[in-house]
Structure formats: C-alpha cells, structure tokens
C-alpha cells in the first residue's frame, strides 16, 4: 500500500513553454502532498505544501506565479512549471501523507519516482 | 523555522565494518526525525524513523538514535553490504500550523567497498 505516482517520468521541453506534472497517490487519500526538487549531487528542497482544497504554501523564495500547483482531489495534485527556462532544469519529486495516519500523527512521508525536466 | 545539519557529506567503509551518520536540528518543538535511503535516480525511501519519546530505534542491521536535549539523532548500519552504498537523507518535522512540514539534511554518500 501507500503508493504514489508521478507522471512524466521525464519531460523535455523549449524555453517558455509550459509543464505540468502530476503527482497521485494510488491506494490512500491524501491532504497534504509535498513537492520538492533536486539538483544533482543535492538534497531535497521543499518548494510548496499541496494542501487539498486551499491554496499552496510556498517556500521563501518559490516564485508561486512561476510554480502553479493545484491539489483539487485528495488524490491527486499537479504542479505546473510556467514559461520554463533552463534553469528551470531539474528532478521535481511530489510526496503524500495518508490521510488515515495523519490522524495518529503518523508523520510517514510517501515519495513519487520523481520527474526529470530538462528545458532546451 | 528548522535547519537540520548532516555530517559526513561523504563516508567510505571497507564491507562488514560499521556506517554513522548524524544529523543536528535546531527547533526543539521538532518530533518526527525520519531517514531515507536514495539510490541515485530513484525516489527516497523511508529505512527508519523515530518519535521525539523514544530515544532509540533499531531494525536488523540498521538503528537510530536521538537525544533529545542535545537536538541531535544519529543512522547507525552495522555490518554493511555493497547494496546499502547510497545516499541517506536526515530529516526533522516541525509542527506548523495543522500540518508537520519536514526539512532534509544536505545527505550523506555512504560508499560500501566489497
């Protein structure tokens, strides 16, 4: 159980386009999801809080016009990356927490495999 | 809001000898300290936890330790394998709001030499 999917798996793109990438959990709903990225050789950063129904906490320093994300479901949240540059580059991973464990304060974070964006 | 330190950046061991990994924290309001293991290209994944009452967990070949005055917990693998060489994540959660929001350590790069 507890399984998160993310799809793509990877994405290539041109510079000021658009991409948006989805984050499910499969078998458990989720309240909170996370979306991070990773740079290589890096650790995770924290970008947003996807919380279903409400708007997105974002980190200091996330531009929340450039990192759109949408948590319409319990099940699914999308994080869409707006005219993309090559900076923009990177691994994003999406997590969950299952709604039922929260309830325990079951803190266990559940990880996608994560999508690699590379942007021309 | 919480910043969690990771030592070593890099550790390498001969095979069947010992790995420690230890992290430090600074919110002591923090109550979940959980590790993962990534293996490179592949989502992280959960090895072992601990709850901020507890002060020692252990799970075959792999503990964790947390003391809880000082703000630090340590990854402890006893006799390691080829296959536990990855990078491992620290990390801390802190209560904000209605919800724990987690910060990582930078990871560590543990490298098992057969």
């Known amino acids: 159980g507890a399984v998160v999917s993310q799809h793509p798996s990877w994405v290539i793109c041109k510079s000021g386009t658009s991409v948006k990438i989805e984050c499910r959990s499969l078998?458990?709903?989720?309240?909170?999801m996370f979306w991070y990225r990773q740079f290589p050789k890096q650790s995770l950063m924290l970008m947003a809080t996807?919380?279903?129904?409400?708007?997105?906490?974002?980190e200091q320093g996330v531009e929340k016009d450039k990192f759109l994300i949408n948590h319409a479901s319990l099940t699914l949240s999308t994080l869409t990356v707006t005219s993309a540059h090559p900076e923009d580059s990177s691994f994003y991973i999406c997590?969950?927490?299952?709604?039922?464990?929260?309830?325990?304060?079951?803190?266990?974070?559940?990880f996608g495999p994560g999508t690699r964006l590379t942007v021309l | 809001g919480e910043n969690v330190e990771q030592h070593p950046s890099t550790l390498s061991v001969q095979e069947g000898d010992s790995a420690v990994i230890k992290c430090t924290y600074s919110?002591?309001?923090?109550?979940?300290f959980p590790w993962y293991k990534q293996e490179l290209g592949k989502r992280p994944q959960l090895i072992i936890d601990?709850?901020?009452?507890?002060g020692e967990k252990k799970d075959q070949r792999i503990a964790v330790t947390l003391n809880k005055t000082a703000k630090h917990f340590s990854l402890h693998i006893t006799e390691t394998q080829p296959e536990d060489s990855a990078v491992y994540f620290c990390?801390?959660?802190?209560?904000?709001?209605?919800?724990?929001?987690?910060?990582f350590g930078r990871g560590t790069s543990l490298i098992v030499h057969p």
């Open positions: 990390a801390a959660d802190e209560r904000s709001g209605g919800s724990y929001i987690p910060t």
């Open positions: 919110d002591s309001a923090s109550n979940y």
């Open positions: 997590s969950a927490r299952d709604l039922q464990r929260e309830v325990y304060t079951y803190n266990e974070q559940f």
């Open positions: 996807s919380n279903e129904g409400s708007k997105a906490t974002y």
């Open positions: 601990i709850r901020s009452n507890v």
């Open positions: 078998d458990f709903q989720a309240t909170t």
